[in-house]
């Protein structure tokens, strides 16, 4: 929406200050000077003199009236320029969606030469323990146990990586793309070792 020019506000304001009276009673001077008539009503106005405007202004609080909850409540509002807002994505929120997905149309990580049968994300059955978690997911195709340390998984990823680059292979698409799910892997238990 464009803005409105200067010299026609000027104009109708002034000709409004010349009809408007200070609206201080006992007080004959122009009201040139808005000042809002309460919290809730920002947008209506008293229209004072410069002397009187100065002196509502240093008296009014905004605050006034409303308890400690409500003020912080107010604020913290006031943060968010009144509009909703949602916490940002937490891990285990991440988590539980990427089991789900995975529960549904298995995972992203192949079987490197185990048995085809076994969960490998193609729709065999996962035991009862349910289905296998991205961490889980990750060790496997690293080849490593639960219990391994975080120096460990670094150590097997490089070997892996060593072994599987397609440079190592001769331009290998097949190694490459094992070199894709051992780094995505690798990137899996990195950032559960973060947490």
């Known amino acids: 929406m464009p803005r409105p020019d200067a010299s026609v506000l000027n104009r109708s ?4 200050s010349e009809l408007r009276v200070c609206q201080c009673p006992g007080c004959a001077a122009a009201g040139e000077y808005p000042a809002p008539k309460a919290r809730d009503r920002l947008r209506e106005y008293f229209w004072f003199c410069l002397d009187h405007v100065r002196e509502y ?3 009014w ?3 006034a009236g409303m308890s400690i909850g409500e003020i912080e409540a107010e604020m913290r509002s006031d943060t968010t320029w009144q509009r909703p807002s949602w916490p940002l994505g937490s891990w285990r929120l991440d988590q539980q969606l990427r089991d789900k997905v995975f529960a549904e ?3 992203p990580f192949g079987n490197f030469g185990g048995d085809s049968d076994q969960n490998n994300g193609h729709g065999g059955a996962y035991g009862p323990a349910g289905p296998p978690s991205a961490e889980d997911e990750a060790l496997r195709v690293l080849n490593l146990e639960r219990s ?3 120096p460990e998984i670094k150590a097997r ?3 892996l990586a060593k072994a599987n680059h397609p440079d190592a292979n001769g331009g290998d698409k097949a190694a ?3 070199l894709k799910r051992i780094n995505q892997a690798y990137t899996i238990l990195k950032a ?3 947490r």
């Open 13 to 16: 304001a002034g000709r409004a």
């Open 57 to 59: 202004n240093r008296a």
């Open 61 to 63: 609080d905004y605050y």
């Open 105 to 107: 149309h298995g995972t």
């Open 148 to 150: 391994a340390t975080f």
């Open 157 to 159: 990823y490089r070997e």
């Open 176 to 178: 490459e793309e094992r």
């Open 192 to 194: 559960g070792q973060s």
